[in-house]
């Protein structure tokens, strides 16, 4: 197979330059002492607004900084970025890389070095390509948010919650520092629906989940392990904070108002609290907060109840 010999004569080379001027890539050519000896109308349009030369690629650089154009520079240093850019202009025969600019564009940049020592750089605009990257990156992150939301309450689901558990623990038993957790039921929430409608349930586990949040704090979670029965994690807390913290909650709750025209329904809840113990699992202490949660029940609802450990029956919280 005969190798393709292009014929440079000087029409083809005319054509070769006048289509490398109208392209609507930015091709730029730099000779061996980084001087700019070549740059199409949309490289001199990106770079050289107003520029009147001679060109280094340092001069660009800074001629850009001064003038708003060009490259986005990392808090204004454009002396830092020279520093840290021109060790590696010439450390690779080839590299290419996305890089944003002041407008808001964003280019793909292919630095080809040659081997006479000059540098070829062709940037293509890639700001459509971000945009849709962006777009599918905010719905994959919303689409995820989702999987682990709550509709309802807008608290982490099931699956989240247990994901938040499961990560706690693993990082107190890294750190030894303590975790407690509680396992909330909203009290006869069945005679709620069957009374006052599903409406007014639904009022009911939102209006919890709003007081909830007005007093935990950042660090801790509460999320909605189906129908009217929630788990609260407490890092960084013994068994006398975390009850303290459940008890806060109780004191002094509103009845809440599903409807404004509709009558006000007031509600309890009981709670079984226990904590982490060493070489404990997930399991272990779910089944421990449960307990404690049925001894609540037991005791008549609107309490809470510690549990510590398989063999002890959960303790009742002193008022």
Same mark, same amino acid.
């Given at each position: 197979?005969?190798?393709? =010999?292009?014929?440079?004569?000087?029409?083809?080379?005319? =054509?070769?330059?006048?289509?490398?001027?109208?392209?609507?890539?930015?091709?730029?050519?730099?000779?061996?002492?980084?001087?700019?000896?070549?740059?199409?109308?949309?490289?001199?349009?990106?770079?050289?607004?107003?520029?009147?030369?001679?060109?280094?690629?340092?001069?660009?650089?800074?001629?850009?900084?001064?003038?708003?154009?060009?490259?986005?520079?990392?808090?204004?240093?454009?002396?830092?970025?020279?520093?840290?850019?021109?060790?590696?202009?010439?450390?690779?025969?080839?590299?290419?890389?996305?890089?944003?600019?002041?407008?808001?564009?964003?280019?793909?940049?292919?630095?080809?070095?040659?081997?006479?020592?000059?540098?070829?750089?062709?940037?293509?605009?890639? %700001?459509?390509?971000?945009?849709?990257?962006?777009?599918?990156?905010?719905?994959?992150?919303?689409?995820?948010?989702?999987?682990?939301?709550?509709?309802?309450?807008?608290?982490?689901?099931?699956?989240?919650?247990?994901?938040?558990?499961?990560?706690?623990?693993?990082?107190?038993?890294? %750190?030894?520092?303590?975790? =407690?957790?509680?396992?909330?039921?909203?009290?006869?929430?069945?005679?709620?629906?069957?009374?006052?409608?599903?409406?007014?349930?639904?009022?009911?586990?939102?209006?919890?989940?709003?007081?909830?949040?007005?007093?935990?704090?950042?660090?801790?979670?509460?999320?909605?392990?189906?129908?009217?029965?929630?788990?609260?994690?407490?890092?960084?807390?013994?068994?006398?904070?975390?009850?303290?913290?459940?008890?806060?909650?109780?004191?002094?709750?509103?009845?809440?108002?599903?409807?404004?025209?509709?009558?006000?329904?007031?509600?309890?809840?009981?709670?079984?609290? %226990?904590?982490?113990?060493?070489?404990?699992?997930?399991?272990?202490?779910?089944?421990?907060?449960?307990?404690?949660?049925?001894?609540?029940?037991?005791?008549?609802?609107? =309490?809470?109840?510690?549990?510590?450990?398989?063999?002890?029956?959960?303790?009742?919280?002193?008022?």
């Amino acid at each position: 197979m005969t190798a393709f =010999c292009p014929d440079l004569d000087d029409e083809t080379l005319r =054509c070769l330059v006048e289509a490398l001027t109208k392209s609507g890539q930015a091709i730029s050519f730099y000779d061996a002492e980084d001087r700019l000896r070549y740059a199409n109308e949309t490289y001199q349009g990106i770079f050289l607004q107003g520029g009147e030369g001679p060109f280094t690629f340092i001069e660009i650089l800074r001629h850009g900084a001064r003038n708003g154009i060009g490259v986005r520079i990392d808090e204004g240093d454009v002396e830092a970025l020279i520093a840290r850019t021109l060790p590696r202009c010439r450390s690779q025969p080839r590299k290419s890389f996305e890089t944003d600019f002041r407008d808001s564009r964003w280019f793909w940049m292919d630095h080809t070095i040659l081997p006479n020592g000059w540098v070829l750089t062709v940037a293509a605009d890639i %700001t459509g390509l971000k945009h849709n990257e962006k777009t599918l990156r905010q719905a994959h992150e919303e689409a995820l948010a989702a999987a682990r939301t709550d509709q309802l309450t807008g608290l982490p689901n099931r699956r989240h919650i247990l994901d938040l558990l499961n990560a706690a623990l693993a990082a107190g038993t890294a %750190t030894s520092s303590n975790l =407690c957790v509680a396992v909330i039921d909203i009290d006869k929430f069945k005679g709620i629906n069957d009374t006052h409608g599903h409406e007014a349930g639904d009022a009911v586990l939102q209006h919890f989940t709003r007081v909830c949040r007005e007093w935990l704090r950042v660090r801790d979670h509460l999320g909605r392990m189906g129908g009217e029965e929630l788990l609260l994690l407490l890092p960084e807390v013994r068994f006398n904070e975390a009850v303290r913290i459940v008890e806060r909650i109780r004191d002094g709750f509103p009845a809440v108002r599903p409807r404004s025209d509709s009558v006000a329904v007031s509600y309890t809840f009981s709670a079984g609290v %226990t904590e982490a113990l060493p070489h404990g699992n997930r399991s272990s202490i779910l089944y421990r907060a449960d307990r404690a949660l049925y001894a609540a029940k037991a005791a008549g609802r609107n =309490c809470t109840r510690i549990g510590f450990d398989h063999d002890m029956p959960p303790t009742p919280v002193s008022s």
